[in-house]
């Protein structure tokens, strides 16, 4: 990297000065790879994502719509699916996309070599298998699945497996082994500095999806900035100084940031719900925790409207259901939660026979989830009906050890997003014989789960996931509190940030002079 | 000399071998895998017995630790589990950003606190020498953490002169490099000040006692000169010793000082490694901090006779 | 050596100190009996007061009173500092006499553990044996006392090594006493001095182990407070509610101090030769 360009950027940090045309955005730690859903976690996945693109990818409410493809269609059987991929894209090298690259990527997305986290999801082994990928002209590419199935394309879009990006085959080494990404995103790759910032450079040849409006992945994509840098920055205090001080352009933030942030004079929040679910968990199979009354009394006992206000400073609305806020199958159904009721809970308490049992909170203090505060108010309100509530904090590789063990009675815990109901239930349901993890195993929920994977039908699913946010809220396996929150705060010179998906999206984001 | 240097290094290599094998054992101990970690919550038994199986993490421990020891025999350090790179250059490049700090801070401690020392010892029981425990004292017993906020806050937040957010290489940049060192070099000088003060003014007041010091004076030599020509020649000895104890451990204790002001050194490395159960990370780490120990307190004790002839290297 | 049968005031250094710890220590005997507010009780109308009239120090994140949650805090503070110290000068007493005493071998392989275990960044040993102990107050206490064991192996054996060949013990022996009791009636005295010295120390580097651990992410983080505990929280809040950092800094600095320069009146006392050492 040259040293000019070092030094001016130096130097627009320690003065605080105006740097144009140059973003610079925060991570809390760095990537661990350029190289789509192989070696990755979510900030990985943030920042390749403006790199590259796949066939498809998500709109703005979770649906999955047409990216590098221009439309979709899917044969009636269900089983065909033909992609007419849009025309003159280009890579960052210049190069002209074609079914041949498309190809070429799938070919090496599904070699064992690769280590494509996503393997597993389409090769079979785990019921969906891609029998057949085919390029038959050069704006046409077809794959043909074993059986129908309601989720594949979402599947394909998946973040964590990188979207299954379209990659230029320059993007290996002449032995296989990954270099860095040419894709057709808005960004190209610039200098990677491990542990301390990644470089975005603008791709002036880019061809935005749609060219009206933004909508996630699929929209509105410009790069509005030459040069486009996020900086790993671990510790949320030194963010919150560099935002305050100029520094720092743009950051998620968490919201104990919030009063301050919203004082500061050249600083703008701009915040929006995610599919983030945070709650408690509870062991179904603890001696303790089995008693279903326990677990009602439990629910009853916590006054969801003041924990959520001060877990989140008064900014997220509560959501007892599995199905989060901005989906589309959020309905009138989904909006029966718990009841606080501290009577009802000590007449639960009586009822289910409880004798001052000692139940455990596990927690973690990481800055990203609210884990740590749920717990600590939460156990407050147990403590208020005569619950026994006591709280471990562990560190997360710990506590994560342990919910993958089944090893905790309840745990302030938060799961990641995802954008279909029906895996946002698969995610917490399944038999814990075979998967310890698993939290629901009610027999009939588990069914209706698995319909909601095949049916493509709206107003279909809708019915099967309102039947299953009743049994949830009746059969207590789980006390999800809220919905987590994007909060960006920024300078006021910077302009079009709009939060989604808990990743920052630098595209259609420019910096006043 | 050299066979010295050969006889200490033989004997710190039990030693080095104990560390090798308790950290190995005992970050297996821990709960959590990096398999875990890298897959969170979506994690199926496939999905991470897969992983596992890449990993190398499915095979017993004692095959693992062969694996690992051999490779560790023959220069290979490994790869880090979540960056994938190779650990002994990334170690090295960390621990470079690290010792700068280090060596500054303790460099210019020891310039103001071995000679303020001495001069206390000296006026042994006066207001100054009072006064000048007191300070140190005071010094030492301020956590570098707290230290390192205010700091933080006084001259980042409040007078803005001091960048708080993130870190330029002085290779890249010396000028922009020096401001964002500033602050941490601060912070473990003031602390180090006090430690090394405190040091020289005790081995200062040692060798005061000593029978060739009272002799000395009663040859009729001025009292700075047999403080200077002396006293400080032969204090210097023990406050050098204790100073290589210092590098030795703070090197290890520095992770506290690069969170405050998130410096991409070896500390913030090693901690991260842990939290990230980076397991070929933190083997290294380990290895290398008691490695540098061991090294540090050679060189320390291989310099003494250059600061005190009576002692030869045996 | 510095008295010449005169009376002397205390030195001033034990004053101060004696002071600072007096003062710890009734804090931490008050806030184990009572405090104004409960140190445990949210109060979501009150967060993030800042110090006046009805809370003197202020209110946390979650409403806490800070001066209650200090106090609290010295009281859990000490005990933990203790019982580590403690922990540490049993087991590491124990080790050291038995190494000191035995030599040869078992010495050498004894020693060898302990300079590796001194070799060792604390952090990686407290993390680990915490995760294997379990996350609370005892864990702590376990582990850190582990972690100080080896340097008080290392005292007491050089004080061992050091008194094995003088007359008295030679005595002992040729009196026809066992070594048990030589070691127990002869050696054992002789090596209080020296640590409690060591002893006064530790429990000033225990109070800022369990602080840094905990800043680092890696300590005893309950809802129940310590002072380390309650600095690393006030993290996040550094330029919104300065008094959350301010106040626990300067107790544990407080704390050090007195403990730092009751060490060195100790020293004095005990130990004239060392004056002033570190």
């Given amino acids: 990297m040259n040293r000019l360009l070092v030094s001016a950027f130096a130097l627009a940090l320690s003065a605080g000065a105006l740097h144009a045309q140059t973003l610079t955005a925060v991570l809390n730690a760095d990537i661990r790879s350029t190289n789509p859903g192989v070696n990755r976690d979510g900030n990985t996945d943030a920042v390749v994502q403006h790199m590259v693109e796949g066939l498809v990818g998500y709109a703005e409410d979770g649906s999955v719509g047409p990216l590098l493809a221009k439309s979709v269609d899917v044969s009636p059987d269900g089983k065909t699916y033909t992609f007419h991929l849009r025309k003159g894209v280009k890579f960052h090298n210049g190069a002209t996309m074609s079914s041949a690259d498309v190809l070429w990527s799938w070919n090496r997305y599904m070699d064992p070599k690769t280590d494509w986290r996503c393997r597993s999801d389409l090769d079979g082994r785990n019921g969906l298998k891609v029998v057949s990928a085919t390029a038959p002209d050069t704006g046409t590419f077809v794959m043909e699945i074993n059986e129908p199935n309601g989720l594949f394309l979402d599947t394909l879009a998946r973040n964590d497996c990188g979207g299954t990006a379209v990659l230029h085959k320059d993007s290996v080494k002449a032995d296989g082994s990954w270099d860095k990404p040419i894709g057709t995103g808005p960004f190209k790759l610039g200098e990677w500095k491990r542990g301390q910032s990644i470089e975005l450079l603008a791709f002036d040849q880019y061809v935005s999806p749609k060219t009206d409006k933004r909508d996630g992945l699929i929209g509105l994509k410009r790069p509005l900035v030459k040069e486009a840098r996020f900086m790993v920055i671990p510790d949320a205090a030194t963010v919150k100084a560099g935002l305050l001080s100029g520094s720092l352009d743009l950051a998620l933030v968490p919201e104990s940031d919030v009063p301050d942030l919203k004082n500061a004079p050249n600083l703008a929040l701009a915040i929006a719900p995610n599919p983030v679910r945070h709650g408690l968990i509870i062991q179904t199979r603890d001696p303790v925790m089995k008693n279903q009354a326990l677990r009602q009394a439990i629910a009853a006992a916590i006054d969801f409207p003041e924990l959520v206000a001060n877990v989140s400073n008064g900014l997220g609305?509560?959501?007892?259901?599995?199905?989060?806020?901005?989906?589309?199958?959020?309905?009138?159904?989904?909006?029966?939660?718990?009841?606080?009721?501290?009577?009802?809970?000590?007449?639960?308490?009586?009822?289910?026979?409880?004798?001052?049992?000692?139940?455990?909170?596990?927690?973690?203090?990481?800055?990203?989830?609210?884990?740590?505060?749920?717990?600590?108010?939460?156990?407050?309100?147990m403590q208020a009906v005569g619950i026994n509530a006591e709280i471990e904090v562990l560190e997360w590789a710990t506590q994560l050890d342990r919910y993958n063990k089944g090893n905790y009675q309840m745990q302030a815990f938060s799961y990641s997003a995802r954008f279909d109901p029906a895996l946002g239930f698969e995610q917490i349901s399944g038999p814990k014989d075979?998967?310890?993890?698993?939290?629901?195993?009610?027999?009939?929920?588990?069914?209706?789960?698995?319909k909601a994977m095949v049916v493509t039908d709206t107003a279909e699913r809708q019915k099967i996931f309102d039947e299953l946010h009743k049994r949830f809220i009746e059969q207590v396996p789980t006390i999800f509190t809220h919905n987590d929150l994007d909060i960006i705060a920024h300078n006021k010179r910077v302009t079009g940030v709009k939060p989604w998906a808990s990743q920052l999206q630098l595209w259609e984001v420019s910096v006043a002079k | 000399m050299f066979r010295f240097a050969l006889t200490r290094i033989a004997m710190a290599l039990p030693t080095l071998l104990i560390v090798a094998v308790s950290v190995f054992v005992l970050i297996r101990l821990i709960p959590g895998d990096p398999a875990q970690l890298m897959l969170g919550d979506l994690a199926t038994p496939a999905s991470l017995a897969d992983l596992r199986t890449r990993l190398g993490l499915d095979q017993s421990l004692p095959v693992q630790f062969g694996i690992w020891f051999g490779n560790v025999l023959h220069g290979d350090f490994g790869q880090s589990i979540s960056s994938q790179q190779a650990v002994l250059p990334l170690i090295l490049q960390r621990f470079l950003v690290s010792a700068q700090i280090v060596l500054v801070a303790v460099v210019l401690a020891s310039?103001?606190?071995?000679?303020?020392?001495?001069?206390?010892?000296?006026?042994?029981?006066?207001?100054?020498?009072?006064?000048?425990?007191?300070?140190?004292?005071?010094?030492?017993?301020?956590?570098?953490?707290?230290?390192?906020?205010?700091?933080?806050?006084?001259?980042?937040?409040?007078?803005?002169?001091?960048?708080?957010?993130?870190?330029?290489?002085?290779?890249?940049?010396?000028?922009?490099?020096?401001?964002?060192?500033?602050?941490?070099?601060?912070?473990?000088?003031?602390?180090?000040?006090?430690?090394?003060?405190?040091?020289?003014?005790?081995s200062t007041l040692e060798v005061l006692r000593l029978d060739y010091i009272t002799h000395a004076r009663a040859k009729g030599l001025s009292e700075s000169a047999v403080l200077w020509r002396h006293a400080f020649k032969n204090a210097f000895g023990p406050t050098w010793t204790l100073i290589g104890l210092v590098l030795g451990n703070l090197l290890g204790g520095i992770a506290v000082v690069e969170t405050v002001f998130t410096i991409p050194g070896l500390g913030r490395l090693l901690v991260d490694a842990i939290f990230a159960r980076d397991y070929p990370v933190i083997q290294g780490c380990m290895l290398f901090v008691a490695f540098t120990y061991v090294l540090v307190n050679l060189v320390i004790d291989l310099c003494y006779p250059i600061f005190d002839p009576r002692v030869a290297a045996e | 050596m510095n008295g010449h049968g005169r009376m002397k005031l205390p030195a001033p250094n034990a004053l101060v100190g004696g002071t600072l710890i007096a003062i710890l220590l009734a804090t931490a005997g008050t806030g184990a009996l009572w405090t104004p507010y409960d140190p445990l009780k949210l109060s979501f109308r009150e967060k993030l007061v800042a110090p006046g009239a009805l809370h003197w120090l202020g209110t946390d994140e979650f409403g806490r009173d800070v001066l209650s949650r200090l106090m609290a805090g010295a009281a859990t503070s000490v005990w933990i500092s203790i019982l580590t110290v403690t922990l540490a000068v049993v087991m590491g007493t124990t080790i050291g006499l038995f190494s000191g005493y035995m030599r040869g071998w078992t010495d050498r392989i004894i020693m060898a553990f302990n300079d590796a275990l001194l070799a060792f960044p604390g952090i990686l040993l407290a993390l680990g044996l915490l995760a294997v102990l379990g996350a609370n107050k005892y864990g702590i206490i376990v582990a850190l006392g582990i972690a100080y064991t080896p340097s008080v192996a290392r005292v007491v054996r050089g004080t061992v090594l050091s008194l094995r060949e003088r007359e008295f013990i030679a005595a002992s022996r040729v009196m026809g006493n066992g070594e048990g009791f030589t070691m127990l009636r002869h050696i054992l005295p002789n090596c209080i001095a020296p640590l409690t010295v060591l002893a006064t120390s530790m429990f000033g580097y225990v109070l800022l182990a369990e602080s840094a651990l905990s800043f680092l992410g890696l300590g005893v983080p309950p809802p129940a407070p310590t002072w380390g505990n309650m600095l690393a929280g006030s993290r996040p809040y550094i330029d919104q509610a300065v008094w959350l950092g301010i106040f626990p800094g300067l107790c544990i600095s407080l704390t050090l101090l007195g403990i730092n320069l009751l060490g060195d009146a100790l020293r004095d006392k005990l130990d004239p030769r060392m004056r002033g050492a570190r």
């Fill in chain 1, 434 to 450: 075979k998967q310890p993890r698993k939290i629901w195993e009610d027999p009939e929920a588990l069914a209706l789960i698995q």
């Fill in chain 1, 317 to 381: 609305k509560p959501n007892n259901s599995p199905i989060y806020m901005t989906s589309k199958y959020f309905g009138e159904a989904e909006k029966q939660g718990f009841k606080y009721d501290p009577a009802a809970a000590k007449a639960l308490l009586q009822k289910a026979g409880y004798k001052g049992e000692k139940i455990t909170i596990l927690a973690n203090k990481r800055s990203s989830v609210p884990s740590f505060n749920t717990a600590v108010i939460a156990q407050a309100m």
């Fill in chain 2, 111 to 202: 310039l103001f606190a071995v000679p303020a020392g001495v001069i206390a010892a000296w006026r042994q029981d006066s207001a100054l020498d009072i006064g000048l425990v007191g300070a140190a004292t005071l010094l030492l017993s301020i956590p570098t953490f707290w230290l390192g906020l205010l700091l933080l806050l006084f001259f980042g937040l409040k007078l803005g002169w001091l960048p708080v957010v993130g870190y330029v290489s002085i290779a890249d940049d010396w000028k922009a490099g020096l401001l964002y060192l500033v602050m941490p070099i601060m912070t473990l000088f003031l602390h180090e000040m006090g430690v090394v003060l405190r040091m020289a003014r005790a």
